[in-house]
């Protein structure tokens, strides 16, 4: 069924930080390279940061020195800290294949307002 379920959103303040949790299949988390997406209402969805099997990172500039990308494999799980968040994160939050993006998940919400 959903190969990626992501968790962890929620409402914070701007300069507010918020962890998100992407919980992932065993073989898909074995050999994919997993990036977070998100969509804003009236946006494009964009690519915010990817991770490779061996840990190899690259993010958006929108997002970079504010938000960190890590993967627990034991855990099969993906986790993005997000820091110093601003109103234009706000936005559903997806994981998915970062090359071949499959189906997609519920996500998970992210607002950031006062």
């Known amino acids: 069924q959903v190969p990626f379920v992501e968790s962890g959103g929620g409402l914070v303040q701007p300069g507010g930080s918020l962890r998100l949790s992407c919980a992932a299949s065993?073989?898909?988390?074995?050999?994919?390279?997993i990036a977070w997406y998100r969509q804003a209402p009236g946006k494009q969805r964009e690519m915010v940061v990817g991770?490779?099997?061996?840990?190899?990172?690259n993010y958006a500039a929108s997002v970079e020195g504010r938000f960190t990308i890590s993967r627990d494999n034991a855990k099969r799980t993906v986790y993005l800290q997000m820091n110093r968040l601003k109103p234009e994160d706000t936005a559903v939050y997806y994981c998915?294949?970062?090359?071949?993006?499959?189906?997609w998940g519920q996500g998970t919400q992210v607002t950031v307002s006062s």
């Open positions: 998915n294949d970062q090359l071949r993006p499959g189906s």
């Open positions: 065993g073989t898909i988390f074995s050999i994919c390279a």
């Open positions: 991770i490779s099997r061996s840990g190899t990172t």
